[in-house]
């Protein structure tokens, strides 16, 4: 197996168990990263393959898994004042751009925070390596900074996970024994 197809199909098993992407939206992306050497049959075919083996492994997975836990936290956090998203965007400033622009459709004093995880912090997720949260006041940086990710860290242990956070506004909260497991169709 070349680097190239080792990439994509890296890449497509992270968008298929990461559980947001339908077959198609894989197929977008597999059209947008070949390049010379990648076998586009092979590629394309996997993806259906990899789609398979979850809906599978899905059939062994607890009633109720950490996403769904984290879904009920995001949940209790957007009703106290702290807008939650998953997989937004790909890195740190999308999410925050993300984060602002999903705000922008709330009137101005419905939060005060907001947090989120990017497409980067769902791979190493679906990959075993934890889940790490970004958060920020709705005024940017802010003293008040640390109430949100005290509230966020509050609201995950409430919810059963262990946290790990050096309580400064220089380190995001980590999620290090986050079992990814998210059902295609529950979001």
Request: with cysteine; hydrophobic share 35%; aromatic share 10%.
């Amino acid at each position: 197996m070349n680097e190239v197809n080792q990439y994509i199909l890296d890449t497509i098993k992270s968008h298929v168990w990461g559980g947001f992407d339908t077959p198609d939206d894989i197929q977008e992306v597999i059209s947008d990263l070949l390049e010379e050497g990648a076998d586009e049959k092979m590629l394309r075919e996997s993806v259906s393959t990899e789609f398979m083996k979850k809906l599978e492994a899905e059939k062994s997975w607890p009633k109720v898994t950490d996403i769904d836990r984290l879904e009920s936290v995001f949940l209790t956090l957007k009703t106290n004042g702290i807008l939650c998203l998953h997989n937004a965007g790909y890195t740190m400033s999308d999410g925050h751009e993300d984060s602002n622009e999903a705000l922008s459709s709330y009137p101005k004093d419905k939060f005060f925070g907001y947090c989120f995880y990017h497409g980067q912090d769902l791979e190493r997720a679906v990959s075993g390596e934890g889940l790490m949260l970004a958060y920020d006041h709705v005024n940017g940086d802010v003293p008040e900074n640390i109430n949100v990710a005290q509230t966020i860290q509050k609201a995950l242990k409430k919810a059963g996970f262990d946290v790990e956070w050096d309580g400064t506004t220089n380190q995001r909260l980590s999620i290090p024994k986050f079992d990814w497991k998210h059902r295609a169709n529950s979001r």
